[in-house]
């Protein structure tokens, strides 16, 4: 079974700072892993995900995560935060064993401070 | 190209009555997804059908059902609602493996007064 784990349902950060949202998962066969991100009154949006190959995968608007399996960590980053990127964002795991469904965390709401 | 369109946005129903959510996917897209958000546990899988087939089903009551037409719109199904079920529903859109990510609509938000 697959379970996400986020650490911190509230982060906030300055605007210009280092944006990190951290993420452990569980799985019990090589998984799938995916950060979305969701404004308010919308749905969600795919930021990134790691499949197979290079373990540091660039997303768009600048973010950018890192596959660790021995550490069964990927955490998002970004090197300076921008107030558009206030929002609530969720880690999501699923595998490789053709059950096509997400596992998500609880979701880190980010707020940039002017 | 278009994207996920989810309708209706807004929905307010009674307990004991049923609904009808509706989801159109990406063109060319064969799999649709369903999603139960809530503030309390948060983001749940519902099912998944891919070409007019359920392949997946999450741990939800068979209050809960779902189909996909021939030309992959999907409609998701609750009866006899119960206040519980207030939520977000959200759809993704999605080609024929997970590792290609899914693609979201904006939601239904329900309300069960």
């Known amino acids: 079974a697959q379970s996400v784990t986020q650490l911190g349902s509230h982060v906030s950060v300055s605007e210009g700072a280092l944006v990190l949202l951290r993420c452990n998962y569980s799985s019990s066969v090589p998984p799938y892993l995916f950060w979305y991100v969701q404004y308010p009154n919308q749905g969600l949006q795919l930021l990134l995900k790691y499949t197979t190959g290079a373990t540091l995968v660039k997303g768009i608007n600048g973010f950018e995560a890192e596959f660790k399996k021995s550490e069964t960590s990927f955490h998002l980053t970004k090197p300076s935060a921008h107030m558009s990127d206030a929002a609530e964002y969720f880690c999501?795991?699923?595998?490789?064993?053709?059950?096509?469904?997400?596992?998500f965390g609880t979701g880190t709401r980010l707020t940039v401070i002017p | 190209k278009a994207g996920v369109t989810q309708t209706p946005r807004y929905l307010i129903k009674t307990r004991g009555q049923q609904v009808t959510l509706s989801c159109s996917p990406i063109s060319g897209h064969r799999s649709v997804s369903w999603y139960q958000q809530t503030p309390g546990q948060g983001l749940q899988f519902l099912f998944e059908?891919?070409?007019?087939?359920?392949?997946n089903k999450g741990n939800f009551p068979g209050r809960f059902s779902g189909r996909q037409f021939s030309n992959s719109r999907s409609e998701m199904n609750v009866s006899t609602l119960e206040l519980g079920d207030s939520a977000l529903y959200l759809c993704a859109s999605g080609g024929e493996a997970i590792n290609y990510g899914y693609t979201f609509g904006s939601g239904t938000r329900l309300t069960v007064v």
């Open positions: 059908y891919f070409s007019e087939t359920q392949r």
């Open positions: 999501a795991v699923s595998d490789q064993t053709g059950a096509n469904n997400l596992f």
